[in-house]
């Protein structure tokens, strides 16, 4: 089992920036890949970025690439998304992901464990 809880959300002006963390725990095979997605109402739940716990392999949407920087800190057993320039498209509750398989997916259902999510809101 996994358990994920994430915190750093909050509002801020476009153009800010805010830092999600996500603080893992539990069995380290089912956490070869972490990831960040993000989700509005109506919405299918859409992958922001995704890292790999041993190579340090990442992936972005090209929503957000230059702007996102996902990063892990195996001492802490945390993964953090590093998020600048942030556009009003951006407002979204931002969920934190794991699996087993070492694979740069950002498709949701490859996942097998989820955090409670942490609101982010951008205002213009």
């Known amino acids: 089992q996994v358990q994920l809880v994430e915190s750093g959300g909050g509002s801020v002006q476009a153009g800010g920036s805010l830092r999600l963390s996500c603080a893992a725990s539990?069995?380290?095979?089912?956490?070869?890949?972490m990831a960040w997605f993000r989700q509005t109402p109506g919405k299918e739940r859409e992958g922001v970025a995704v890292?790999?716990?041993?190579?340090?392999?990442?992936r972005y949407a090209d929503s957000v690439k230059g702007r996102f920087s996902i990063s892990v800190d195996s001492t802490k057993n945390m993964v953090d998304l590093q998020m600048d320039s942030l556009k009003p498209e951006d407002t979204a509750m931002y969920y934190c992901?794991?699996?087993?398989?070492?694979?740069?997916?950002?498709?949701?259902?490859?996942?097998?464990?989820w955090g409670q999510g942490t609101q982010v809101t951008v205002s213009s």
């Open positions: 992901a794991a699996k087993g398989s070492a694979t740069l997916s950002l498709l949701a259902p490859n996942y097998n464990y």
């Open positions: 539990g069995d380290l095979k089912n956490r070869k890949s």
């Open positions: 890292i790999l716990t041993g190579s340090r392999g990442t």
